[in-house]
């Protein structure tokens, strides 16, 4: 049998000689139990274990921790390009050239490395799509701060009964009049990074802008937001244009009139809830007024 066999081998391996220890005795073994004259003189090779042969967990854990999260916040940012192109096409048609949302949503889609197949599945997906309806709930979060919540759903009653729950386990409630808060203007986004804030306002006047915004993106990233009129997108933008600034996105948004200053706690359960409200699947996006207390 095989044990036998390796407890054989093992008595016949001579351990380090110990000063001062007794000699010790081989023990006789049988005749079944001896190895071939191979197995006893070929010499036994070490086993050395290189640091770089062992990190092989290390990749999967940057593969697990950096590029799933980045992954899956990939496809919901896609996922909801998706509901607002069904938005756009419903409200103006699926040609962009007489649809300027739609026009200006596609450009977005497209800046955030939106794939063209994506793309082009989406505008179609949307002109079959079977008939839902937009709506718009209002909010007040934690710390007192206003919210928007654009929804598309084919069933009005669960989406909400949805928004009422999430709003209600994270410090929320619906609220009648948060709308109030906001202003629908046209937005203009640029990179921080090409311009600075002071020629930025300068640009501004320019180009017939009314005011102008230091934010960050979904990546953290700086960005300028020149805010105009809705009937003056087009003319702020193509003025930006002409001024040499790389426009990153245009569209219409929700600015905030007045801004809720929140502090570290209140921040904490308000980006909370805002990031439920956003998993939530009939939810297109959602405005804020909240202000960081500094």
């Known amino acids: 049998m095989l044990r036998p066999t390796l407890l054989g081998a093992l008595r016949t391996l001579r351990p380090p000689t110990l000063v001062g220890a007794a000699p010790v005795q081989p023990v006789p073994l049988s005749a079944s139990c001896r190895l071939s004259q191979v197995w006893r ?60 949302n739609l026009a200006h949503l596609l450009e977005q889609c497209r800046s955030k490395n939106m ?52 709003l209600n386990k994270n410090g929320g409630m619906l609220s009648d009049g948060a709308r109030h808060s906001f202003n629908r203007r046209g937005v203009v986004v640029v990179p921080a990074q090409s311009v600075s804030v002071e020629t930025a306002l300068e640009m501004a006047i320019e180009a ?24 003056d997108l ?6 930006l244009e002409g001024l040499g600034l790389q426009i990153t996105s245009a569209g219409l948004e929700f600015v905030p009139r007045n801004h809720s200053s929140l502090d570290q706690e209140q921040m904490e359960a308000a980006s909370t809830l805002i990031e439920v409200l956003t ?16």
């Open 41 to 100: 003189t070929s010499p036994v090779r070490s086993l050395q274990l290189c640091s770089g042969l062992c990190a092989g967990h290390n990749k999967w854990s940057k593969v697990k921790n950096i590029k799933g999260p980045k992954d899956e916040a990939r496809g919901k940012m896609f996922m909801k390009f998706g509901m607002l192109i069904r938005i756009a096409v419903k409200e103006g048609g699926s040609n962009p050239d007489l649809n300027i």
């Open 279 to 294: 998993d939530c699947p009939d939810v297109v996006r959602v405005w804020d007024n909240i202000q960081a207390d500094s």
């Open 234 to 239: 087009n003319k702020v933008r193509g003025s």
């Open 115 to 166: 794939p063209r197949a994506s793309i082009d599945a989406a505008v179609k997906s949307a002109e079959k799509a079977k008939p839902a309806a937009q709506h718009m709930f209002e909010a007040r979060g934690p710390g007192g701060c206003m919210l928007l919540i654009e929804v598309l759903t084919d069933n009005n009653s669960r989406t909400h009964q949805e928004i009422r729950r999430l």
């Open 208 to 231: 017939g802008a009314e005011d102008v915004q230091e934010t960050e993106d979904e990546e953290e990233k700086l960005q300028l937001k020149f805010i105009c009129a809705m009937s």
